[in-house]
């Protein structure tokens, strides 16, 4: 192995590590199958399955036609025969179609077969916006989905957690809904281990510790609030950040034990305000922590309009300079 591919092995971007974590799931059982519209000899949309093709052939690594609820409905039939499939859609606003076979079918399975079947698939897809791209390219709609019963939601913000994330959901006996934010695709690099490890569902992770305010965020919009928690810290502000990691089932306990700390919160996401998840965050706290509460909670989030074009991103998505704001309104309350 020449010292380029040891430095790309140990040192990936998040579009990598998940391209890492399919093939060493690949590799460690052959029930685990990609499909999906150009994932195979194109490599898929963003390149995240290039090389897979090559390595596993074309009964593992399947080009599909142009048809969500094909492909989300195959891998429904190819995960109660027991295969463990993970079909990728292009972009996660394309999911609509494949929508019913998600909710009525992938998440109801177990239940409906009184445990005599479950559904062990993972559906991929880029998600988010901040790369110019139309709007069915860029919304941030992860809230549907942890709507419904018997779905896992999992968004990673490293390439870390990325691989670790992927292989644990590939192996979890349930549908796994794995949305990855495109926006942070190849922002960064992480030292990534080349061995197998898998990271916990269901387990969030502090970012950073603090005592003063409580951020919770997830996917791309962790970057941004860690960088609004460093230029605050030189006004004296200490901020804890929360990376959810898992939105369905949610870590509540580790967020009502870091507001139990703060009693101050803020809560940010990319998508839009209402029905969002910081409604539910904050709800929870509310519930079980409420008289820990020392300042209104916060939301900076994306707005209740359709997803703008082009440079008008940079007013929708939540950004250090929205951030910081909230965090001082909180602090100071």
Partial sequence: ??????????NLTLV??????LRGEMQRDEDVVVLGED?????????????????????????????EAGIVGTAVGM????????????????M?????????????????SRGRF???MVLRAPYGGGIRAPEHHSESKEAFYTHEAGLQVVVPSTPYDAKGLLAASIRDPDPVVFLEP????????EEVPDDDYTVDLGEAAVRREGEDVSLFTWGAMTRPSLDAAEAVAEEGIDVEVVDLRTLSPMDVETIVESFKRTGRA?????????????GEITATIQEEALYHQEAPIARVTGFDVPYPLYALEDYYMPEHARIEDAIRDTHDA
Wanted: neutral net charge.
């Fill in 182 to 189: 495109k926006l942070i695709y190849r922002a960064f690099r």
């Fill in 118 to 120: 479950t559904v062990p």
């Fill in 16 to 21: 990598q590590a998940v391209r890492d974590g």
């Fill in 79 to 94: 995960a109660a025969y027991g295969m463990r499939p993970v079909p990728e859609i292009q972009f996660s606003g394309f």
């Fill in 39 to 67: 994932v195979g000899q194109n490599g898929g949309v963003f390149r995240a399955t290039e090389g897979l093709y090559e390595e596993f052939g074309d009964d593992r690594v399947i080009d599909t036609p142009l048809a």
């Fill in 96 to 112: 609509y179609p494949g929508f019913d076979q998600i909710v009525s079918h992938a998440a109801r399975f177990r239940t409906r």
């Fill in 266 to 278: 803020v809560v940010v996401h990319e998508a839009p305000k209402t029905g969002g998840l910081a």
């Fill in 1 to 10: 192995m020449s010292t380029e591919q040891q430095v790309e092995i140990q």
